[in-house]
């Protein structure tokens, strides 16, 4: 059996300086990805940014980004931050008509493809359909805000995608997002994730490279015994 990658720590720009974010993308150099939250105040009761932010965020990070659309009509929007050279899209399985069909166009553009679920979807409906994604991303919040806590009840569902990727021999990451830190992480690893998104518990560290290298080896050592 092939050890598992080592855990990839994704900070999320919520909780980053938005009027010196090119600084703040540079402070996160040693991150694997940077989570970008895309939110629409329709799918979600939060406004951020669009294309056009992202673009620019493409343009100026050091490192790939993680795009995380939190909007309604997916299938209309999520190519287009595809094109616009998002390492990976994720959209949620509530806000797309056709979630197969719009993870192959992601593909096809060139991006990972992402799928989304808040706490209260469950996992069913990917249980068939687990080598159509890059990424399952399962929130461990309600999406919309940053800062809120961590949502233990999201780990059995968590757990039961995880164990069945790997009865069906699907390589696709498994996500969370929401109440990530240094008390939670574990939690999370040891139920199947081994990509983390985290907001306050990097950017709100004294030493960001200190926090993410933590997160990271916390996790690693929590990571599922069997991934």
Do not use: C
């Not at 990839?8 to 009027?19: H, M």
């Not at 929130?139 to 919309?144: A, I, K, L, Q, R």
Request: no cysteine; proline share 6%.
């Amino acid at each position: 059996m092939s050890l598992p990658a080592a855990p990839r720590i994704n900070p999320s720009i919520l909780s980053a300086d938005f009027v010196n974010m090119q600084a703040d993308l540079e402070r996160i150099a040693s991150a694997d990805f940077v989570h970008v939250d895309v939110m629409d105040n329709h799918f979600v009761p939060n406004l951020t940014f669009g294309p056009q932010m992202v673009r620019r965020i493409q343009e100026t990070s050091p490192v790939p980004l993680d795009v995380h659309l939190m909007i309604s009509d997916a299938d209309r929007w999520a190519p287009g931050y595809a094109e616009l050279g998002a390492a990976s899209v994720t959209f949620h399985l509530e806000a797309a008509h056709d979630p197969i069909g719009l993870a192959r166009r992601l593909r096809a553009i060139g991006a990972r493809a992402g799928v989304a679920l808040k706490p209260g979807t469950g996992a069913e409906r990917l249980y068939e359909h687990l080598h159509e994604f890059d990424q399952i991303l399962v929130m461990t919040v309600e999406p919309g805000f940053g800062g809120q806590s961590f949502m233990p009840e999201t780990m059995p569902k968590l757990r039961a995608l995880s164990d069945e990727a790997r009865r069906v021999g699907a390589a696709v990451w498994f996500q969370v997002d929401g109440g990530i830190s240094e008390t939670t992480i574990s939690r999370a690893a040891e139920a199947g994730a081994d990509t983390f998104v985290a907001g306050s518990a990097v950017f709100g560290a004294p030493d960001v490279d200190v926090a993410i290298a933590d997160l990271r080896a916390l996790a690693a050592e929590h990571v599922h015994a069997t991934r």
